[in-house]
T-cell receptor, first 115, second 117 residues
Framework: AQKVTQAQTEISVVEKEDVTLDCVYE???????LFWYKQPPSGELVFLIR????DEQNEISGRYSWNFQKSTSSFNFTITASQVVDSAVYFC????????????WGLGTSLAVNP | GAVVSQHPSRVICKSGTSVKIECRSL??????MFWYRQFPKQSLMLMAT?????????EQGVEKDKFLINHASLTLSTLTVTSAHPEDSSFYIC?????????????FGPGTRLTVT
């Protein structure tokens, strides 16, 4: 069975701190995809990144970076120099390949960045 | 980029009435669309998967007679909440999978907040 665990329910940091959101997944598929989404208070999901199982390269996009490690089944997300606008709920998700494959969602991590 | 719209964004209805929510893929064709429900401070819960031209596949515990899903075209899926009750109040989100896409990502609509009084 597939599963995504986001152990951190809530995180609170002060602006400019770095923060890492953890994501651990379980799957028996050899081909799969991992995602991170941001959900601000407005509710609209914002796509942040997709990673396929064959690409373990870490990715950096501005203040955001992702560390994908198949050996530990983790796909962690780091925000460097956090800002108040980063306050949101962040979801990690997993999908197998195939058109009808469902997204398996973590429970989300609520990040509060305080001024 | 791929855009999915949802209409309405907010709706308030009286108990016992039905509400229809539309989900459209604006610049791509979506053979598969998904409907989610999200309660406050919770994760997304998949309600059903719909494929264009065929019946939706509902997740366990979701009443298909209460949540009617129609995916009549490659760009439109609708969710009708029939005989709505206050416990149906929730945030409903649709997503669409690009038929021409290579990576199976889903593009999400902005959500519809339903309040049943």
């Amino acid at each position: 069975a597939q599963k995504v665990t986001q152990a951190q329910t809530e995180i609170s940091v002060v602006e400019k701190e770095d923060v890492t959101l953890d994501c651990v997944y379980e799957t028996r598929d050899t081909t799969y995809y991992l995602f991170w989404y941001k959900q601000p208070p407005s509710g609209e999901l914002v796509f942040l990144i997709r990673r396929n199982s064959f690409d373990e390269q870490n990715e950096i996009s501005g203040r955001y970076s992702w560390n994908f490690q198949k050996s530990t089944s983790s796909f962690n997300f780091t925000i460097t120099a956090s800002q108040v606008v980063d306050s949101a709920v962040y979801f990690c998700a997993l999908s197998g390949a195939g058109n009808n494959r469902k997204l398996i969602w973590g429970l989300g991590t609520s990040l509060a960045v305080n001024p | 980029g791929a855009v999915v719209s949802q209409h309405p964004s907010r709706v308030i209805c009286k108990s016992g009435t039905s509400v229809k929510i539309e989900c459209r893929s604006l610049d791509f064709q979506a053979t598969t669309m998904f409907w989610y429900r999200q309660f406050p401070k919770q994760s997304l819960m998949l309600m059903a998967t719909s494929n264009e031209g065929s019946k939706a596949t509902y997740e366990q515990g979701v009443e298909k007679d209460k949540f009617l899903i129609n995916h009549a075209s490659l760009t439109l899926s609708t969710l009708t909440v029939t005989s709505a009750h206050p416990e149906d109040s929730s945030f409903y989100i649709c997503s669409a999978r690009d038929a021409g896409g290579l990576h199976y990502e889903q593009y999400f609509g902005p959500g519809t907040r339903l309040t049943v009084t």
